[in-house]
């Protein structure tokens, strides 16, 4: 525009002459407050299974098995409230409590989703168009080990790019994967196996705790080794590091050969089968940013304590957090219901903070020396919660409320919003259930609801990964 005509325009605007320019118009309607409790859908409880929940700039997305146990998705419009479902041609037709559902949204605003499986076909899907999720369609992702899947993981790689892992194989007899997306296509990250069996020997899996990114740029991980099917077969805890996830290291910086095998992994506890140890370990960073692991095992007396693991300067130092005189000691296979949980350690406002359940004391929170970890005091409740609004529904009996808090995309943090749902607990290790004695349909249904305000009182966990 030549300038006196950008100074003609200005001189008609200010006396209010200007013609309206109908094709830039960017007034939008206001968006509808979000009601405290929204009712999404009907879900199926007869067992507990995750659920997972995703918040975007434009609405929050459920993965679920709906009423009918068709492994589902719903979109909830933030702004008009408005709500979509899809179903996938997955089928959730057993009682196994190992069959969650994963999800998480690419770089490109796609959303995936991975679940109903334990050591089962990969059942995976991916949107073909952003923000639509009826243009989700079930697919392979490489076509290779993709007979016998179990614990899908998505998680981001440093550049962004998408990433799953996934155990092919089965308990005590697993190796876990590495894809990466590329662009549209997934490739293979490792040429092979993190970990596997140390060949010739007597067959492992690896129980793990994720890809944890700690404040030194690493990703850092920690596991328990487990024999057999059997939970009492678990042994010893292990860890490694990795910039990259290609190249993995010890904590003292030495190369590690790939797969990591009982043979060359770095033991960071030597704790023998039978020792009490469960696979619900957890990986957090004390005041120092140093890799903490918070694990399970008897004492010497053969009670049950929190034990924890921090590298120090000198290497691993083992310190016992509890002083319970009480045994917790599962057997066999199958999903285990839960009596300790705890939450990993976190540092917040200077405190150094975990929150622990325990079927004899309830939830409590232990508070930390940041640096040497000695236990400080003991706090009744959740602390890590305390600001959180407590979630109310009618529980029938022989019901457990489950409430999954949703998380922003990429992040590990989670925001204001909830979903909550019923269901029988996890406690047939995962065989067909018998109703009649708990007076709970064993097709129980109840709703699928979303909450506006993060729950309280949630369970730190319900249920231990097992075979």
């Known amino acids: 525009m030549k300038k006196w005509h950008r100074y003609f325009w200005f001189f008609l605007t200010a006396l209010g002459l200007a013609p309206r320019v109908w094709g830039v118009e960017t007034n939008h309607p206001p968006c509808k407050p979000i009601?405290?409790?929204?009712?999404?859908?009907?879900?199926?409880?007869?067992?507990?299974?995750?659920?997972?929940?995703?918040?975007?700039?434009?609405?929050?997305?459920?993965?679920?098995?709906?009423?009918?146990?068709?492994?589902?998705?719903?979109?909830?419009?933030?702004?008009?409230?408005?709500?979509?479902?899809?179903?996938?041609?997955?089928?959730?037709?057993?009682?196994?409590?190992?069959?969650?559902?994963?999800?998480?949204?690419?770089?490109?605003?796609?959303?995936?989703?991975?679940?109903?499986?334990?050591?089962?076909?990969l059942v995976y899907g991916r949107m073909a168009i952003e923000d639509n999720i009826e243009s989700i369609h079930l697919q392979s992702m490489t076509g290779i080990d993709e007979d016998n899947v179990t614990y899908p993981k998505f998680f981001f790689f440093p550049d962004g790019s998408l990433g799953f892992s996934y155990r092919s194989g089965v308990s005590g007899d697993g190796r876990e994967i590495i894809n990466r997306l590329s662009g549209i296509k997934w490739q293979r990250w490792l040429d092979r196996p993190l970990f596997s069996s140390t060949p010739d020997t007597t067959s492992v899996n690896a129980y793990h705790t994720g890809f944890q990114l700690g404040p030194d740029g690493y990703f850092h991980i920690?596991?328990?080794?487990?024999?057999?099917?059997?939970?009492?077969?678990?042994?010893?805890?292990?860890?490694?590091?990795?910039?990259?996830?290609?190249n993995w290291k010890n904590s003292r910086g030495e190369p590690l050969t790939l797969p990591i095998t009982p043979a060359n992994a770095e033991t960071v506890d030597n704790i023998a089968?039978?020792?009490?140890?469960?696979?619900?370990?957890?990986?957090?960073?004390?005041?120092?940013?140093?890799?903490?692991?918070?694990?399970?095992?008897?004492?010497?007396?053969?009670?049950?304590?929190?034990?924890?693991?921090?590298?120090?300067?000198?290497?691993?130092?083992?310190?016992?957090?509890?002083?319970?005189?009480?045994?917790?000691?599962?057997?066999?296979?199958?999903?285990?219901?839960?009596?300790?949980g705890f939450s990993g350690v976190l540092l917040q406002n200077g405190q150094l903070l975990e929150a622990v359940t325990q079927s004899k004391t309830g939830n409590t929170t232990l508070v930390y020396n940041p640096k040497t970890l000695l236990t400080i005091s003991e706090k009744k409740g959740n602390l890590l919660t305390k600001n959180a609004k407590k979630i109310i529904r009618n529980i029938p009996q022989g019901a457990i409320l489950n409430i999954r808090k949703t998380r922003k995309s990429?992040?590990?943090?989670?925001?204001?919003?909830?979903?909550?749902?019923?269901?029988?607990?996890?406690?047939?290790?995962?065989?067909?259930?018998?109703?009649?004695?708990?007076?709970?349909?064993?097709?129980?249904v109840s709703d699928l609801q979303l909450h506006s305000s993060t729950a309280s009182g949630a369970p730190i966990e319900k249920m231990r990964r097992e075979p």
Not at 62 to 90: A, H, M, Q
């Open 35 to 121: 009601p405290e409790n929204v009712s999404l859908d009907q879900v199926w409880g007869g067992t507990r299974v995750n659920f997972d929940s995703i918040e975007t700039d434009k609405a929050i997305y459920v993965g679920y098995f709906d009423k009918d146990r068709w492994l589902s998705i719903i979109k909830f419009n933030t702004c008009t409230g408005e709500i979509n479902k899809s179903r996938l041609p997955s089928r959730f037709t057993g009682w196994d409590a190992h069959n969650s559902i994963a999800m998480e949204l690419d770089k490109n605003g796609r959303i995936h989703i991975a679940g109903n499986m334990h050591a089962s076909p």
């Open 222 to 246: 920690a596991w328990v080794w487990r024999e057999n099917t059997n939970i009492e077969s678990n042994f010893h805890i292990n860890y490694a590091k990795s910039k990259d996830l290609k």
């Open 273 to 340: 089968q039978n020792s009490g140890l469960i696979n619900n370990i957890k990986l957090g960073f004390n005041g120092n940013g140093r890799p903490t692991i918070s694990y399970i095992k008897f004492d010497d007396h053969g009670f049950s304590q929190l034990f924890h693991a921090y590298q120090a300067d000198l290497g691993w130092k083992i310190i016992q957090s509890t002083s319970w005189t009480y045994r917790w000691d599962p057997r066999g296979r199958g999903t285990i219901p839960s009596e300790i």
């Open 410 to 444: 990429g992040k590990s943090h989670f925001n204001e919003f909830s979903i909550s749902w019923l269901s029988h607990p996890a406690n047939n290790r995962d065989k067909p259930r018998v109703c009649q004695s708990v007076g709970l349909p064993c097709d129980f």
